[in-house]
């Protein structure tokens, strides 16, 4: 039967980001500036605190750079899982070359964050200091107004950007699918490619970086960030006709945008509780279409503070109490969490015993840099408890590389399960969706993950703050091989059923890999 569908594959259409309701302007992203724009007047203190343009001296830089590279190379357990070794200290010694003269913080983050790229580690990227972003938090600058979806169109041998919102909803030129060629006189293609140079990704996963420049507000930070803010910018995009025409778009104003301003205010109404609950039901809910015999579970995360182990408990009772045939599990945009609860999911979809992982292991259990690094004295402390030195001179976790889980007795779902997955769908889903997919009942639908298939380094992940700037990044301690006999290319978990975006579904607004799914589940009755 699985074989039937795999000849389906290379559907060449496309769904909105990671999900339906992700379409259009993010409101929750408007309710953050505007809400920061209402917070400006109260926080004067908290702003004169911090200077964006304060610049630090080659010394000062310097010396966060040794710690920055010194951290890396000594605890980093994929620092040269991808690159070797020679090459990566080619990209240290260039970012210590431009270290010669004064840098405020964030050009000395790009800095950072070109080489820390080159580890091709997803788990592995730059974050402001504290300062900077509390000071970010309270002053609205003007924003890149497109929100663009951006693939590689294999048939065009090009990159692909098209308008996926305009948050000037009156703008009746640049709207919904209008296909953007150059910006500032740029070409797309090279515009894309230079932002790409500071995202880091598993392995040689170009869809992790297309779908980050997609999220919404994604394209339009890393732009302003690299090639800096205007009043306007000149798009060169194609028309109806197929001709190259020029248009002038201004930099989008949160202040001054009144409409959602009402919409803020009705928001900030509500109580911390309902919030919350907003929360869990955006982030994990299921569906049930009786008349499809059907259901459709909703996981944007794995995170562990949104009681999932009940959720799933529930669901899947509930499911086997109507007799559900068809499940769909939506982890588009599921950036990870908790081991423990995607290994609990997988469990209820899972027909035999499986393994976390076949080597779970760290570099050293101790650090130099100890006095920089977030939440040492307990990370070690756990680290000295449930790893142990074996020939490798690695440090291994071995439950969880000997150890192997039983599906579910009860409840557990045997039908048939359609994962959709996409660019966000990262670390711990990557660990589920790559455990259940060789099962004749499971199929993948959509695009590649981006959470590497061989593995990755999710597992106990503290920041380092650097003294002078303070600059934090993200130090993995942990290296995890998923399957050790699938090949080490660098890719994310392949689907078995490919929905690629097409412009025409951009245009329409289409969730086709949801589309897509529903013809499969349609043909099995």
Same mark, same amino acid.
């Given at each position: 039967?699985?074989?039937?569908?795999?000849?389906?594959?290379?559907?060449?259409?496309?769904?909105?980001?990671?999900?339906?309701?992700?379409?259009?302007?993010?409101?929750?992203?408007?309710?953050?500036?505007?809400?920061?724009?209402?917070?400006?007047?109260?926080?004067?203190?908290?702003?004169?605190?911090?200077?964006?343009?304060?610049?630090?001296?080659?010394?000062?830089?310097?010396?966060?750079?040794?710690?920055?590279?010194?951290?890396?190379?000594?605890?980093?357990?994929?620092?040269?899982?991808?690159?070797?070794?020679?090459?990566?200290?080619?990209?240290?010694?260039?970012?210590?070359?431009?270290?010669?003269?004064?840098?405020?913080?964030?050009?000395?983050?790009?800095?950072?964050?070109?080489?820390?790229?080159?580890?091709?580690?997803?788990?592995?990227?730059?974050?402001?200091?504290?300062?900077?972003?509390?000071?970010?938090?309270?002053?609205?600058?003007?924003?890149?107004?497109?929100?663009?979806?951006?693939?590689?169109?294999?048939?065009?041998?090009?990159?692909?950007?098209?308008?996926?919102?305009?948050?000037?909803?009156?703008?009746?030129?640049?709207?919904?699918?209008?296909?953007?060629?150059?910006?500032?006189?740029?070409?797309?293609?090279?515009?894309?490619?230079?932002?790409?140079?500071?995202?880091?990704?598993?392995?040689?996963?170009?869809?992790?970086?297309?779908?980050?420049?997609?999220?919404?507000?994604?394209?339009?930070?890393?732009?302003?960030?690299?090639?800096?803010?205007?009043?306007?910018?000149?798009?060169?995009?194609?028309?109806?006709?197929?001709?190259?025409?020029?248009?002038?778009?201004?930099?989008?104003?949160?202040?001054?945008?009144?409409?959602?301003?009402?919409?803020?205010?009705?928001?900030?109404?509500?109580?911390?509780?309902?919030?919350?609950?907003?929360?869990?039901?955006?982030?994990?809910?299921?569906?049930?279409?009786?008349?499809?015999?059907?259901?459709?579970?909703?996981?944007?995360?794995?995170?562990?503070?949104?009681?999932?182990?009940?959720?799933?408990?529930?669901?899947?009772?509930?499911?086997?109490? #109507?007799?559900?045939?068809?499940?769909? +599990?939506?982890?588009?945009?599921? @950036? $990870? *969490?908790?081991?423990? &609860?995607?290994?609990? %999911?997988?469990?209820?979809?899972?027909?035999?015993?499986?393994?976390?992982?076949?080597?779970?292991?760290?570099?050293?259990?101790?650090?130099?840099?100890?006095?920089?690094?977030?939440?040492?004295?307990?990370?070690?402390?756990?680290?000295?408890?449930?790893?142990?030195?074996?020939?490798?001179?690695?440090?291994?976790?071995?439950?969880?590389?000997?150890?192997?889980?039983?599906?579910?007795?009860?409840?557990?779902?045997?039908?048939?399960?359609?994962?959709?997955?996409?660019?966000?769908?990262?670390?711990?889903?990557?660990?589920?969706?790559?455990?259940? #997919?060789?099962?004749?009942?499971?199929? +993948?639908?959509?695009?590649?993950? @981006? $959470? *590497?298939?061989?593995? &990755?380094?999710?597992? %106990?992940?503290?920041?380092?703050?650097?003294?002078?700037?303070?600059?934090?990044?993200?130090?993995?301690?942990?290296?995890?091989?998923?399957?050790?006999?699938?090949?080490?290319?660098?890719?994310?978990?392949?689907?078995?059923?490919?929905?690629?975006?097409?412009?025409?579904?951009?245009?329409?607004?289409?969730?086709?890999?949801?589309?897509?799914?529903?013809?499969?589940?349609?043909?099995?009755?």
């Amino acid at each position: 039967m699985k074989t039937l569908f795999k000849k389906k594959c290379a559907i060449g259409n496309w769904q909105a980001d990671t999900s339906r309701r992700r379409t259009g302007i993010s409101f929750l992203f408007i309710v953050y500036c505007l809400l920061s724009a209402i917070m400006l007047g109260s926080c004067s203190v908290s702003k004169s605190s911090f200077t964006p343009s304060k610049k630090y001296s080659p010394e000062e830089l310097n010396k966060d750079y040794t710690i920055f590279r010194g951290a890396l190379e000594e605890s980093h357990p994929g620092i040269y899982w991808y690159t070797p070794k020679n090459e990566m200290d080619n990209y240290f010694e260039w970012g210590k070359s431009q270290l010669k003269d004064s840098l405020n913080e964030e050009d000395f983050r790009k800095v950072l964050a070109y080489v820390i790229s080159k580890i091709n580690c997803g788990h592995t990227v730059t974050r402001s200091s504290t300062a900077f972003m509390r000071y970010r938090d309270t002053n609205v600058n003007k924003i890149f107004p497109l929100s663009l979806k951006i693939w590689s169109d294999t048939s065009l041998t090009d990159d692909t950007a098209t308008v996926a919102a305009n948050l000037f909803r009156k703008d009746t030129t640049l709207t919904r699918g209008v296909v953007v060629k150059k910006i500032d006189h740029r070409p797309i293609e090279t515009i894309i490619d230079t932002l790409c140079q500071y995202i880091s990704s598993d392995g040689h996963n170009m869809t992790h970086k297309f779908q980050s420049l997609s999220n919404r507000g994604g394209f339009g930070a890393a732009f302003t960030s690299i090639y800096g803010q205007k009043e306007n910018y000149f798009i060169d995009y194609l028309g109806n006709d197929g001709i190259e025409k020029t248009a002038t778009i201004a930099s989008y104003n949160p202040r001054t945008d009144t409409a959602n301003r009402i919409a803020i205010s009705r928001f900030a109404k509500t109580t911390r509780a309902e919030r919350k609950k907003q929360v869990m039901r955006a982030t994990r809910n299921l569906r049930i279409d009786s008349l499809n015999n059907a259901a459709f579970m909703d996981l944007g995360s794995f995170g562990r503070n949104l009681k999932l182990k009940s959720f799933l408990r529930k669901s899947f009772k509930e499911m086997q109490h #109507k007799g559900t045939k068809s499940l769909v +599990v939506d982890v588009r945009g599921n @950036g $990870g *969490g908790s081991v423990t &609860n995607s290994t609990f %999911l997988t469990k209820f979809i899972a027909d035999k015993k499986f393994k976390v992982a076949d080597s779970l292991y760290a570099n050293t259990r101790n650090s130099r840099y100890k006095k920089y690094i977030e939440g040492y004295f307990f990370n070690r402390f756990f680290m000295f408890f449930v790893t142990a030195k074996k020939k490798d001179g690695k440090y291994h976790f071995g439950y969880f590389e000997r150890h192997y889980f039983k599906p579910k007795k009860k409840d557990r779902f045997t039908g048939n399960v359609y994962i959709l997955t996409g660019g966000n769908s990262f670390s711990a889903t990557t660990l589920f969706t790559q455990t259940v #997919k060789p099962q004749d009942n499971v199929f +993948v639908v959509g695009e590649e993950t @981006g $959470g *590497g298939a061989y593995g &990755n380094t999710a597992w %106990l992940i503290p920041d380092l703050t650097l003294p002078e700037t303070s600059i934090r990044f993200r130090l993995p301690l942990f290296r995890l091989v998923i399957d050790k006999n699938i090949p080490k290319d660098g890719r994310g978990v392949q689907p078995e059923i490919i929905a690629m975006p097409t412009t025409e579904a951009i245009r329409r607004g289409a969730d086709y890999k949801m589309d897509k799914v529903m013809e499969l589940i349609k043909s099995h009755q």
